[in-house]
């Protein structure tokens, strides 16, 4: 018998891969690279760039990367960047902005913005491109280069985003679920708690009115100081990206 719906699946936790810093700070910087929008004529410098550096990472994780870059290749830059407006542009579940997880397109929109910038001051780094701070590549990029607490602080606090967005991706079939496995695997084992947090984002997606979410925003407090800028990884400067409502209208045109 045909069945029109189904409740949205809810992948299992990836195992945590044992990394040094130095491999972590690589596996956020490809997955900020990696996870942009292939603008026309940057896709295979990139793919290049995180193809040199597999060797130096462990299995389990070089594998997803390189299972990335063969679909990527597979399909073409003009694919990819069709699969990117599809998946990341038009489906609620499969948002690059973390903050649109915790409360989603509601009044407190703007605070958590504001956390994000406040944390990236924190870590003694400002935007250098047009795109909210919030967006999943730009938090990589800074824990690959800065190594700092604040990142990963970051990237923890909101971790139920980064496994709908996993689960979202996988669901859709899309080889950037590999990329969103790949950064989960560098952060610690997720508890029950969170494991709960996620299934019930999985099923009713991010908060669209703001009656019923908290007032108590789910960002670290950080002191404001001068980091050690010291261990970037050795992959290349990302492609400058344009800012969000510029490069929507763009992808579309």
Known sequence: MVSFVRAPRVLQAPPEVPLDSSQRATVHMAASLLLDYPAEGTLETRLN??????????????VLLEEFIGQARRRGERAMAEHYVEVFDRRRRCC???????????????????????????????????ELPDYLPVVLELSAR??????GALLSSHREGI?????AL?????????????VSMTLPRIDEAT????????AAG???????????????TVPVR????????????????AGPSPSRAARRA
């Open 170 to 182: 996988a669901d859709a079939a899309s080889p950037y679920a590999g990329l969103v496995e790949a």
């Open 206 to 220: 991010p908060p669209t009115e703001t009656v019923g979410v908290t007032d108590t925003l789910p960002f670290p």
């Open 96 to 130: 690059l902005y973390l903050t649109y997880y915790t409360v989603g397109d509601t009044r407190h929109r703007g605070a958590a913005l504001l956390a994000f910038k406040q944390a990236l001051a924190a870590a003694g780094y400002e935007m250098a491109a047009d």
């Open 226 to 241: 001068n980091p050690s800028l010291s261990g970037s990884p050795t992959l290349p400067d990302p492609v400058p990206v």
């Open 146 to 151: 800065s190594g700092d607490e604040v990142a």
């Open 49 to 62: 760039a995180v193809e040199a550096e597999l060797a130096g990472l462990p299995p389990e994780v070089a």
């Open 163 to 167: 496994e709908v967005l996993r689960s």
């Open 195 to 202: 494991a709960e947090r996620v299934r019930a984002l999985v």
